[in-house]
């Protein structure tokens, strides 16, 4: 390990006069050098990421500056949630301010997870003349977001972040000599040991922690499509290092903003995709499954990559880097590959074969819970590759499974649900979990997809269902790299919640966080004749077709 010195609570100026307070990590040595900027609202001195640690970035020989963002912990100022454009004129000012430090030989990074990246692309939207590159990790782009919701709400995700904040814009009120009334301690308390309480308040938009003296959160907020991160083509102009998982709840906009970039002709658009959830914690464990010590951060060196990519376009190394690196569950080995999906791979739609319809009643004051998969663990979920068999007691979901694989199978590359659905109501929610069915009955899900009804024809526009009348949806399920292994079974899980992961759709088309106790909807899948079909991409070309029948149904 390299010397180095740890300067605390450097005082970075604002263009409005607001000081943000930060850490500067840097080598002990007497040339300048380039530098990592990392921007936290969750606490300068608690950053400690896998993917890459200042730790990490300073005995690379770089340096690294560990920012509380604006009104968050040590700095000044006022925060107000999803600010997107203050982070990005407040990122573009610290980065000019550490190019001008004698310390600094000019150029800058930036990396971090989750809202360290979306800071890092709002950032990027600027320009400042000095950034050189970013790494955002876990990260999503707006127009990703309503693809990977289909037009719901991530509702533990939001209320849990609620939760969370609400505790340190308590301790400001305390502080600034304006304590709360002791009924909006208690709320805020509970809800921060369990945020379940604010889920589940009907109707939920007028769940009390919103009606708060001065909160700065409001439920419209939260909903608000224009309050989300930037759109992934404006950041296409600079070197990126996409860094994702496949059980994070940003799956899809991780591999569309490399896509995208890519498209445009940048080769410096980098991704890296490992079978990680949504964590700063990167093990080799997830949900009920141990994908091997060479899927954690530290067995698949995630950090050396990062700084292999730094050295590259902050340092002007010449240095060969993989267009893609990702990890295939189940053969739990890295691969590389210079495109995605990779260039080997083949298009095959699995027929969902039945009597003709499936159906299940879905009531949305009793809605199918969340069961693993790409959630988030803030308020007591858990995240990953759990088994689908607790549901089995319910009877508000169907599943079709295959025959049992006689050979490995590969799916690599990007799941689609082609249905046709009808339901009793003039608004529901179709989701769709891709399954692997273990020899001894285990069902884990490989990846998901939703879409709320209205918005069958496009996030743009609402249009009710027609009562019985059969529709043809399209449902993205993200991209997914997972070897089905010989004895398992490919299958496919139609439901119509996933709470509290998502928001239950009260089947009427109200407005998010509007109604009680909702419609009960019955809700079908016609399985006839090709009327439904899942499009999955596999490795090593064409396959004989593969046809999925009604098992482990609960209707």
Same mark, same amino acid.
């Given at each position: 390990?390299?010397? &180095?010195?740890?300067?605390?609570?450097?005082?970075?100026?604002?263009? +409005?006069?607001?000081?943000?307070k930060?850490?500067?990590?840097?080598?002990?040595v007497?040339?300048?050098?380039?530098?990592?900027?990392?921007?936290?609202?969750?606490?300068?001195?608690?950053?400690?990421?896998?993917?890459?640690?200042?730790?990490?970035?300073?005995n690379?020989?770089?340096?690294?500056?560990?920012?509380?963002?604006?009104g968050?912990?040590?700095?000044? $100022?006022?925060?107000?949630?999803?600010?997107?454009?203050?982070?990005?004129?407040?990122?573009y000012?610290?980065?000019e301010?550490?190019?001008?430090?004698?310390?600094?030989?000019?150029p800058v990074?930036?990396?971090?997870?989750?809202?360290l990246?979306?800071?890092?692309l709002?950032?990027a939207?600027?320009?400042?003349?000095?950034?050189?590159?970013?790494?955002?990790?876990?990260?999503?782009?707006?127009?990703?977001?309503?693809?990977? !919701?289909?037009?719901?709400?991530?509702?533990?995700?939001?209320?849990?972040?609620?939760?969370?904040?609400?505790?340190?814009?308590?301790?400001?009120?305390?502080?600034?000599?304006?304590?709360?009334?002791?009924?909006?301690v208690?709320?805020?308390?509970?809800?921060?040991?369990?945020?379940?309480?604010?889920m589940?308040?009907?109707?939920?938009?007028?769940?009390?922690? &919103?009606?708060?003296p001065?909160?700065?959160?409001?439920? +419209?907020?939260?909903?608000?499509?224009?309050?989300?991160?930037?759109?992934?083509a404006?950041?296409?102009?600079?070197?990126?290092?996409?860094?994702g998982?496949?059980?994070?709840?940003?799956?899809?906009?991780?591999?569309?903003?490399?896509q995208r #970039?890519?498209?445009a002709?940048?080769?410096?658009?980098?991704?890296?995709?490992?079978?990680?959830?949504?964590?700063g914690?990167?093990?080799?464990?997830?949900?009920e499954?141990?994908?091997?010590?060479?899927?954690?951060?530290?067995?698949?060196?995630?950090?050396?990559?990062?700084?292999?990519?730094?050295?590259r376009?902050?340092? $002007?190394?010449?240095?060969?880097l993989?267009?893609?690196?990702?990890?295939?569950a189940?053969?739990?080995?890295?691969?590389?590959?210079?495109?995605?999906?990779?260039? /080997?791979?083949?298009?095959?739609?699995l027929?969902?074969s039945?009597?003709?319809?499936?159906?299940? @009643?879905?009531?949305?004051?009793?809605?199918?819970?969340?069961?693993?998969?790409?959630?988030l663990?803030?308020?007591?979920?858990?995240? =990953?590759?759990? @088994?689908?068999?607790?549901? /089995?007691?319910?009877?508000? &979901?169907?599943?079709?499974?295959?025959?049992?694989?006689d050979?490995?199978?590969?799916?690599?590359?990007?799941?689609?649900?082609?249905?046709?659905?009808?339901?009793?109501?003039? +608004?529901?929610?179709?989701?769709?979990?891709l399954?692997?069915?273990?020899? /001894?009955?285990?069902?884990?899900?490989?990846?998901?997809?939703?879409?709320?009804?209205r918005?069958?024809?496009g996030? @743009?526009?609402?249009?009710?269902?027609?009562?019985?009348?059969?529709?043809?949806?399209?449902?993205?399920?993200?991209h997914?790299?997972w070897?089905v292994?010989?004895?398992?079974r490919?299958?496919?899980?139609? #439901?119509?919640?996933?709470?509290?992961?998502?928001?239950?759709? !009260?089947n009427?088309?109200?407005?998010?966080?509007? =109604?009680?106790?909702?419609t009960?909807?019955r809700? $079908?899948?016609? /399985?006839?004749?090709?009327?439904?079909?899942?499009?999955?991409?596999?490795a090593?070309?064409?396959?004989?077709?593969?046809?999925?029948?009604?098992?482990?149904?609960?209707s």
């Open positions: 390990m390299k010397r &180095f010195i740890v300067e605390k609570d450097v005082s970075i100026p604002m263009r +409005d006069g607001i000081r943000l930060a850490d500067l990590w840097r080598p002990d007497e040339q300048p050098v380039a530098t990592i900027l990392y921007r936290t609202p969750y606490d300068r001195a608690a950053l400690n990421p896998d993917f890459l640690r200042p730790q990490d970035a300073v690379a020989g770089f340096a690294a500056v560990v920012q509380d963002t604006r968050r912990f040590g700095s000044e $100022g006022s925060w107000k949630p999803l600010m997107w454009d203050q982070e990005g004129d407040d990122g000012d610290s980065v301010w550490i190019a001008r430090q004698d310390w600094s030989s000019g990074g930036m990396a971090g997870p989750s809202y990246g979306i800071a890092q709002m950032a939207a600027r320009k400042p003349p000095h950034l050189k590159a970013i790494a955002p990790a876990l990260t999503t782009s707006r127009d990703f977001e309503l693809i990977e !919701m289909g037009g719901g709400m991530r509702l533990d995700h939001l209320l849990s972040w609620v939760a969370f904040m609400a505790v340190d814009w308590m301790r400001r009120q305390q502080e600034s000599g304006a304590p709360l009334p002791p009924d909006a208690k709320l805020i308390a509970q809800a921060a040991l369990d945020p379940r309480i604010l589940d308040h009907r109707p939920l938009r007028d769940c009390p922690i &919103f009606g708060l001065g909160f700065p959160i409001g439920f +419209d907020e939260l909903v608000d499509p224009d309050g989300g991160a930037p759109i992934a404006e950041i296409a102009d600079i070197p990126t290092l996409h860094v998982g496949w059980y994070d709840i940003f799956a899809q906009a991780s591999i569309g903003m490399f #970039q890519r498209d002709g940048r080769t410096d658009a980098h991704l890296i995709m490992g079978c990680w959830t949504h964590s914690s990167l093990g080799q464990q997830h949900g499954v141990n994908f091997g010590v060479m899927a954690s951060a530290g067995g698949s060196r995630l950090a050396d990559r990062h700084i292999a990519f730094f050295r376009y902050l340092e $002007g190394a010449e240095i060969a993989p267009a893609v690196q990702y990890f295939l189940n053969a739990n080995e890295w691969r590389a590959a210079e495109a995605w999906p990779t260039p /080997d791979t083949a298009i095959l739609d027929e969902l039945g009597t003709g319809k499936q159906e299940y @009643d879905y009531d949305p004051s009793d809605p199918t819970p969340t069961v693993g998969g790409r959630t663990y803030l308020g007591g979920l858990a995240m =990953g590759p759990i @088994d689908q068999r607790k549901l /089995d007691a319910r009877h508000d &979901f169907v599943r079709y499974v295959a025959e049992a694989c050979e490995p199978v590969d799916l690599i590359g990007p799941v689609t649900a082609n249905l046709t659905v009808s339901t009793s109501a003039i +608004d529901t929610d179709f989701i769709c979990k399954v692997d069915v273990s020899p /001894d009955g285990t069902i884990l899900p490989i990846c998901e997809g939703t879409l709320r009804l918005y069958r024809n996030f @743009d526009r609402e249009l009710p269902a027609e009562p019985g009348v059969p529709v043809s949806i399209g449902i993205p399920m993200g997914t790299a070897r292994l010989p004895g398992h490919i299958g496919i899980q139609i #439901q119509s919640a996933n709470y509290p992961h998502l928001d239950p759709n !009260m009427e088309m109200s407005r998010p966080g509007e =109604g009680a106790g909702g009960i909807a809700n $079908g899948i016609s /399985d006839h004749h090709g009327a439904s079909t899942i499009r999955v991409t596999l090593g070309g064409a396959r004989p077709p593969i046809i999925l029948r009604p098992g482990g149904t609960a």
